[in-house]
């Protein structure tokens, strides 16, 4: 791949070129794919962090320069797919790193709020984000949730684009589905906002939470859930850089207890069927409205 410098804030420079990986001494972290093959390795040295992604890309980032990250990757390796794990998986563990609760979801705005989404993996988060904003209500993020918590918890912009399986695609897109991008790393289709597909970018107070089951249900069901149950959730839905930095992970507790504290979550369940999703939809935005009332009428 080319030598090539891309500016994706005012304060971070993307490089894309070779680099020496000899600070890569100590491994602290690595996940493991469905297979059990390793997926992401995180390595700690002297000077810095080397994250990998085996047959994909390494990332080093600097203790002495932050503001850049450098990249090499295999190759073979599409420039789309690189920029995908750069954008989607090593930032928001930098955006973690740097202060900010990061968790694995997707959101939509309504009424000047948000509304999140989360749940493992193919429980259908995407497709739920997607169905809203093709139905005008604008989606958030897909992929990566950025919560300021030092006051009232703030969803931060995300990413202007979604990613779907095929059939979800085929499904919500129609003839429009074979548009979609997809990277060397799976089938998923990469469909960029546009005037079809809204997206808000701005910070937007959180009005709830819902993680997604799959329990094979015909009605739409909401659960609340406890303190506690949350908390645990959300953990295993998170952002986290080098996990042996006990600070990090005492400061990441601290924003998880902060948000579950003042946003209400519930467990969501409802059809698996695409042609649902209009009800589904109608349902959550009532269910999200009541409880902004509620909460109107505590405050008065």
Not at 220 to 247: I, K, N, Q, R, Y
Not at 270 to 295: G, K, N
Request: aromatic share 8%; charged share 20%; with cysteine.
């Amino acid at each position: 791949m080319a030598d090539s410098i891309t500016r994706l804030a005012p304060t971070l420079v993307f490089t894309v070129a070779p680099f020496s990986r000899s600070l890569t001494t100590t491994l602290v972290r690595e996940n493991e794919s469905d297979d059990g093959a390793p997926w992401f390795q995180l390595y700690r040295g002297q000077s810095g962090y080397v994250l990998t992604f085996p047959g994909f890309a390494h990332f080093l980032l600097s203790d002495e320069d932050r503001s850049r990250v450098w990249v090499e990757a295999i190759d073979g390796v599409s420039p789309g797919t690189v920029e995908h794990l750069f954008r989607n998986h090593v930032l928001p563990m930098l955006r973690a790193e740097g202060g900010d609760l990061v968790l694995h979801g997707g959101a939509i705005e309504h009424t000047d709020a948000a509304i999140l989404f989360l749940g493992i993996s193919q429980r259908g988060k995407s497709t739920l984000v997607t169905s809203f904003a093709l139905d005008g209500v604008p989606l958030c993020s897909d992929d990566a949730l950025v919560i300021d918590t030092k006051a009232a918890p703030l969803l931060l912009p995300g990413e202007p684009s979604i990613r779907l399986w095929g059939d979800s695609a085929e499904a919500l897109f129609g003839a429009k589905a074979c548009d979609g991008e997809t990277t060397d790393l799976s089938n998923k289709q990469r469909f960029i906002a546009d005037a079809s597909l809204p997206h808000v970018a701005r910070a937007l107070p959180i009005r709830a939470g819902f993680v997604l089951e799959n329990d094979g249900v015909e009605d739409v069901v909401f659960t609340p859930m406890a303190s506690a149950a949350t908390m645990l959730e959300l953990v295993g839905h998170s952002f986290l850089f080098d996990t042996s930095e006990s600070a990090q992970v005492k400061c990441h507790f601290m924003q998880l207890f902060t948000l579950v504290q003042q946003v209400p979550f519930f467990r969501l369940d409802y059809p698996r069927r695409y042609e649902a999703l209009p009800l589904v939809r109608s349902q959550i935005l009532q269910f999200t409205d009541d409880i902004a009332l509620r909460a109107h009428a505590q405050a008065e």
